[in-house]
Every structure is written in structure tokens, then in C-alpha cells.
């Protein structure tokens, strides 16, 4: 899933390169690197059963908080979010290639603009993946099998790219969002039915 992950967000991340917020970039960054790291430690040492069930339960309550009517929210979110939501990005991310959940949370946190949401989104997809894949290929976790199986879903990823940028510019903000919210709320289910 990171190869994957990481290819996609190459090319969405290129060619969107202007519109990428990058002071939202800069923030998240160091706190996303020290939860790759914690992810990496914890990855040799704790059962991946209990880390699942953990972050399903707090993947679903944050996909509930993003369903909530404006009035229950801050309009804007304080850049602080980007400490817990860049550890806790880069921490589970590592450890089960489900951290985006976190950067979604942070970045429409922020009331940026799907364009810019996607262009950031992507680019910090990038900077998360390479790290990932770099200490994967230095712990030996990726064999020939595993570069196989990249290769064969090559191309099922460009097809799932091209139709979700097509998708992506006929949606209001609004539906954008709450699509967020659902693809948040179902990867918590996903790792608690694992």
C-alpha cells in the first residue's frame, strides 16, 4: 500500500506543486517524521491486533467529529492539531498504511480548499511514503514478492487516480468534505472488523 500510496501521490503531488499549502506543509512535518519513527520502534515490539482495534475505535470517533454540524466545530482549526495529527499520521501510517486519515483531519482542520487540500494532501503523502519506504527497504520488508504485487496493481491505482481527480473537480466543498468524513469513518470500521 505505501509503493502504492507513494506513486500516486508522486503524480498528483508534481503537477500540483502551486497549489500546495505549504506553511500547513511545514508545520505537520517534523510531528509526521517523530511518529514514522515511534511507528518503527513500536512496529518490533506491540501485536498488531491490539494497535488495530485501538486506532479502528479512534479512526471512528474522528470520522463522527468531521460528520458533526459546523456548530459543533471550529470554523478553523488551531495549527496545534498538527502535533497529535502528524505523530498519530505518521504512527499508524507506519504501522498499518492507514495514517492519511490523520493529515485529512488536520488539513480540512485548516479550511483549505479542495484543490489545495488535494495538492497538500499528496505532497505530504510523498514525504510520509519515501521515509516509509526507505526504512521498510532498510529493515528488509520489501522482498520480490512484495515488488511483484507493486507492479501488478500499477495499474489499478492509475485508473482508481484518473477517476478520482474526475470526481473530485464535479463535487461542492461540501459533498467533498463529507466524503472525507465517510472514507474516515470506513477505514475505522475496516480495522475493527481486521
Partial sequence: MVSLDYIGSASQSVRNLDDVAWREQVVLLPFMLIGILGGLYLFTVVPTRVLSKTLGALVIALGIYQLLPPSFRPARGSRIAATYCGVLGGLLGTLFGTGG???????H????????????????FLIDG????????VMGLLSRETLLHIAAALPIAAAGLFAGGRIQNRLSQRTFVR????????????????
Fill in 130 to 137: 519515501g521515509v516509509r519506504l526507505i526504512a521498510y527497504a
Fill in 109 to 124: 482542520s485548516r479550511a483549505l480548499d479542495r484543490t489545495t487540500f488535494r495538492a497538500t494532501f499528496a505532497l505530504n
Fill in 179 to 194: 466524503i472525507i468524513a465517510m472514507l474516515v469513518l470506513g477505514g475505522g470500521i475496516a480495522l475493527l472488523l481486521r
Fill in 101 to 107: 486519515p490523520f493529515y485529512a483531519i488536520y488539513l
